[in-house]
């Protein structure tokens, strides 16, 4: 009889993009820059259409809304990949790769 694989998957390695140790501060600048224009951008949106009455139309809702989506999205995956570039634990569990 053949044997089965019961092997439970608890986490997942993040390989990174470069493990040269002078590359990973260049990174880690091009990416926190990166992040914190895509969280301001958004941020302007959100004050420039809920600041202005003229705004208040479904183009302008979905636009937020979509803005408001990116936010929450970056806010919880670039964080931890920046981490990740100076850490020596590169590895992430299940359930924060399924959120």
């Known amino acids: 009889m053949e044997e089965e694989n019961?092997?439970?998957l608890s986490q997942f390695l993040l390989l990174g993009l470069s493990e040269d140790p002078e590359f990973q501060p260049v990174l880690f600048g091009l990416f926190l820059s990166m992040y914190l224009v895509t969280v301001l951008g958004n941020l302007l949106i959100l004050l420039v259409?809920?600041?202005?009455?003229?705004l208040h139309t479904p183009m302008y809702f979905f636009l937020s809304s979509l803005s408001f989506v990116d936010i929450r999205f970056?806010?919880?995956?670039?964080?931890?990949?920046?981490?990740n570039l100076y850490s020596q634990n590169k590895d992430i569990s299940y359930s924060e790769c399924l959120s």
């Not at 259409?49 to 003229?54: E, G, Q």
């Not at 970056?74 to 981490?83: C, D, G």
């Open 74 to 83: 970056t806010s919880t995956t670039i964080p931890k990949m920046l981490v």
């Open 6 to 8: 019961h092997t439970v």
């Open 49 to 54: 259409v809920s600041s202005d009455s003229h």
